[in-house]
């Protein structure tokens, strides 16, 4: 009885000391930003799996914490990672990133700290790059970039923004900004740089951020700075995105019904037969009805009327309304005539898949980052679409602790297949023409090419069709051919010297080799080319560019004083050079969409060859005094051989300022000015 006393006793004082051992932790998480409660915020013990998250109220509660454990961390995205000593009561106050980490621009031959920087800039991080599916590395500025005007000229897979920061600039000559692809100047096109290989992108705007690019920074000024290794284990990255796109523009309000148009019709003519020829109201009716669907166009003739009506009465009655004897469908020369929906028969919903997989790694020493990327994007419009393969290898070596060197090429094969125009005549064809021709029972007519087109000729179809005669974009869109191929070699090489301390020599070498085939071939069947028996044009165009720098650097830093200095040369070499042939009269369309397979007809060969050198003196001094203030001036003596040898050498030249206005700031502002009172 008394070891069973004994043992019941052991037990329960064992088990107070462990409900004793036990701590339980309260907490709040606030922002420093705004004293707001932070929802949501990780709290971990660490060492264990024991944690929660904060409330709406940004408070939270942590139970069975062991006597062992003595730290916390708390996490929240967007906020620096804390980790806080364990107390009964406890408050936490959380930093955002961007106040424990200035950001650093990368501007004009090299980077600064944003509040150093004096110019007008923006920068865009890998994160808004990639998270939109875009071709084009330069759409994904769009809406990101203020003052930045962005304009799509066609939905071609493949096709280049217009680009506007500067404004209109000229009224004659190009208005396209400088690109700048880590460091040098780009001729490669921007289609050629895949987005997933993005580091970042710095948008100068203003002449403080663009004066040492001289006259080629007139429009502004992209740098596109590409990703790099770190040290430490290899890390693979595989990014796969499927996606659709349809026709997303918003149409204005304009007449889509066959019956509503020859009304509107109606009334433009009789307005015009009752006021400009002075008929009576029963001869403007008989005339507007009458010549509105006659053959010639002078008078308004639509040639076409695909209402079917009693004879001997009109197609629009005396009160301006459509016949409501008239039935849809009619049959001309043959053929029966019914209108179509050309919008709808243009365009479709186009697929899209891109593939991206990148390797990075390497020692203190050595980094090395390569890429491989596929893009496969078909065109919302019949006959078009965009295919590309890209590939990128970049590496850089710390030779010796005063030396560095390294280089970076990319290798990018691009397909792309344009739409004859279909879209554009979709929109401007009035809802009385058919799109196809159809027998007398309305069926859809065939022939070795498949459905049959109305083209609007009457040598082909039943009538001539006054506007866009012998035309059909679709029909066009399915045989002929608008083809490029292009293929761009882009790399470049840097030696970083370090020396005496302060001072740092860089060599840049950079070169682009950009080649492209373009091939239209119009098919001998039906439209323009059908007079030519087809006809073939092939255009073959190269630009070859090299750029070489040498910059030297100066930084140093005595007391509460922070001077930076930069003097370079650099040269710039393009040479474009562009071959063109055409031929009429094919022998064989489907299988030979070359100059030799058109065997008669007009020849007309061209050739064309020009080149262009630039050359530049740089210089920029950058001072701040304790990180508040800050003074920049930049200046480049540059020269182009476009110009005349007299007038060949410009000045571009800038002076900013700068200052820190904080609270504690404006503090010492303030009893400086007394200090001048007294």
Not at 367 to 389: M, V
Request: aromatic share 12%; proline share 3%.
């Amino acid at each position: 009885m008394k070891k069973t006393l004994l043992l019941l006793f052991v037990c329960l004082f064992v088990g107070i000391s462990h409900a004793q051992a036990q701590v339980t932790v309260k907490g709040t998480v606030i922002s420093s930003e705004n004293n707001e409660p932070v929802i949501g915020a990780s709290v971990l013990v660490k060492g264990t799996t024991n944690g929660t998250i904060t409330d709406i109220n940004g408070q939270f509660t942590l139970t069975n914490i062991s006597p062992t454990n003595k730290t916390i961390i708390v996490s929240f995205i967007g906020m620096e990672t804390q980790e806080v000593t364990i107390k009964p009561e406890m408050k936490i106050v959380m930093t955002s990133t961007t106040e424990v980490m200035e950001e650093v621009l990368v501007v004009a031959y090299g980077t600064a700290k944003k509040s150093a920087f004096t110019g007008s800039a923006k920068m865009i991080h890998t994160e808004q790059i990639t998270k939109r599916p875009v071709t084009n590395v330069i759409e994904s500025l769009s809406g990101q970039v203020a003052g930045l005007q962005m304009t799509m000229t066609n939905g071609q897979p493949g096709e280049t923004p217009s680009i506007l920061i500067r404004g209109i600039s000229s009224m004659s000559a190009k208005t396209d900004p400088l690109i700048v692809l880590d460091g040098m100047p780009y001729e490669g096109g921007w289609n050629n740089i895949n987005p997933a290989d993005v580091e970042s992108i710095s948008v100068l705007k203003d002449a403080a951020s663009t004066a040492l690019y001289g006259a080629r920074g007139a429009n502004g000024v992209i740098i596109i700075t590409t990703k790099s290794a770190k040290a430490g284990d290899a890390k693979i990255t595989v990014d796969a995105k499927w996606s659709a796109n349809t026709r997303g523009e918003i149409e204005y309000d304009y007449i889509k019904d066959p019956g509503e148009y020859y009304q509107a019709h109606y009334k433009a003519l009789y307005n015009y037969y009752l006021n400009a020829q002075g008929q009576t109201p029963d001869q403007a009716y008989v005339s507007a009805n009458t010549n509105m669907i006659g053959t010639n166009s002078q008078t308004g003739g639509l040639s076409y009327n695909v209402y079917s009506y009693p004879e001997g009465e009109y197609l629009i009655g005396k009160n301006g309304l459509l016949n409501p004897n008239a039935k849809l469908g009619r049959i001309v020369n043959g053929y029966y005539l019914t209108p179509d929906n050309w919008v709808d028969a243009t365009y479709h919903t186009a697929l899209r898949q891109e593939y991206n997989v990148n390797i990075s790694g390497g020692s203190d020493k050595a980094q090395i980052y390569a890429s491989f990327g596929y893009l496969d994007e078909d065109g919302i419009a019949q006959g078009s679409d965009y295919n590309r393969i890209t590939g990128r290898l970049k590496t850089t070596y710390q030779a010796k602790p005063w030396m560095r060197f390294g280089a970076n090429i990319s290798y990018t094969h691009s397909i792309q297949n344009a739409a004859a125009g279909g879209f554009a005549q979709a929109f401007n064809t009035a809802p009385i023409y058919p799109l196809y021709l159809r027998d007398t029972n309305g069926k859809i007519m065939q022939d070795k090419n498949g459905d049959m087109y109305d083209f609007g000729v009457s040598n082909q179809g039943p009538l001539n069709r006054p506007i866009n005669p012998n035309s059909n974009g679709i029909k066009l869109s399915q045989l002929d051919t608008y083809n490029t191929s292009a293929n761009t070699l882009n790399g470049d090489a840097f030696i970083d010297i370090n020396f005496l301390k302060d001072f740092k020599f860089t060599f840049n070498a950079g070169t682009s080799i950009r080649d492209s085939r373009y091939k239209n071939a119009l098919n001998p069947f039906y439209g323009t080319a059908n007079s030519l028996n087809g006809s073939i044009n092939v255009q073959h165009w190269r630009r070859t560019t090299l750029n070489l720098q040498q910059i030297l650097n100066y930084n140093h830093s005595f007391g509460l004083h922070n001077v930076s200095l930069m003097a370079g040369h650099e040269s710039f070499n393009n040479v474009y050079e562009e071959l063109y042939a055409a031929k009429n009269s094919m022998f064989s369309f489907f299988q030979n969409q070359e100059l030799n397979g058109a065997i008669s007809g007009t020849n007309d060969e061209s050739s064309y060859k020009s080149k262009y050198n630039t050359e530049g003196y740089l210089f920029r001094g950058m001072y701040d005094y304790d990180g508040k203030y800050f003074f920049q001036l930049s200046y480049r003596r540059d020269a182009s051989s476009r110009f005349h040898p007299d007038n060949r050498w410009g000045n571009f030249y800038s002076v900013g300022t700068a200052w820190i206005l904080t609270k504690e700031k404006w503090l010492d502002d303030i009893k400086w000015l007394n200090l001048l009172k007294l």
